[in-house]
């Protein structure tokens, strides 16, 4: 079965500091993963995805197939970082996924002033 | 553009009473639908989805249903709560026919306390 594990509930840095956001995934197959962050009162919504390869508001991730990793890296915190981040996964076992995701259980990040 | 709209986005309800959530998006058409949920301590996890009118597919097995009777309308119900089925619930689109690198379009989120 899929699962997606973020380790850290909670993440405290200070503004100006490197911040990496943890997430690992194990399938048998190939998966696509995704960031997805939640700003307060806001609704969840894409941060980036594997497949694009780029750099949203200073995040980047890198899918590391050897380590099953997916981590979230910034090096330069922002206190408007502050959200909670679920790492994502969607994976295709021989026809379409459909859109499904699997998410991990999501990290609380607070960027300090 | 596109719109997800899932009410109400607070409800207490008691233990054995029936439960209607519903969802709809403006925008689109023929998209595929999702309900999550989220319990306390846990990820995200997906309940139910559809991709297309009357169509369900369950993921996980439990105390609820849901229901497409149109194309951009998704319903969550239960005919009697169980206090298990406390947590907050959120309803997605993506386009569908699409593989699996598609953005998921979230809801505002339903916090149901069952007491």
């Known amino acids: 079965a899929q699962r997606v594990t973020q380790p850290e509930k909670l993440l405290s840095v200070f503004k100006g500091a490197p911040v990496e956001l943890k997430c690992n995934y194990s399938y048998s197959g190939s998966p696509e993963l995704f960031w997805y962050v939640q700003y307060s009162r806001q609704r969840l919504q894409l941060l980036l995805r594997?497949?694009s390869r780029e750099s949203i508001k200073g995040f980047t991730a890198d899918l590391n197939k050897g380590e099953t990793s997916f981590h979230l890296k910034k090096p330069f915190a922002q206190e408007e970082d502050s959200a909670m981040y679920y790492c994502?996964?969607?994976?295709?076992?021989?026809?379409?996924?459909?859109?499904?995701?699997?998410f991990g259980q999501g990290t609380i990040l607070t960027v300090h002033p | 553009s596109q719109t997800i709209h899932q009410w109400p986005a607070t409800l207490v309800q008691p233990v054995g009473s029936p439960l209607s959530l519903e969802c709809t998006v403006e925008g689109t058409s023929n998209p595929n639908l999702y309900w999550y949920r989220q319990a306390a301590g846990r990820g995200l996890q997906l309940l139910f989805y559809?991709?297309?009118?009357?169509?369900i597919s369950s993921e996980v097995p439990q105390n609820l249903s849901a229901s497409r009777p149109q194309d951009r309308q998704f319903i969550l119900s239960s005919k009697k709560l169980l206090l298990s089925d406390s947590g907050f619930y959120l309803c997605?689109?993506?386009?569908?026919?699409?593989?699996?690198?598609?953005?998921?379009?979230f809801g505002q989120g339903t916090r149901l306390t069952v007491v």
């Open positions: 594997h497949i």
């Open positions: 994502a996964s969607t994976y295709n076992a021989g026809g379409t996924s459909y859109g499904k995701l699997t």
């Open positions: 559809s991709v297309g009118i009357g169509q």
């Open positions: 997605a689109w993506s386009p569908g026919l699409t593989g699996m690198n598609t953005e998921a379009f």
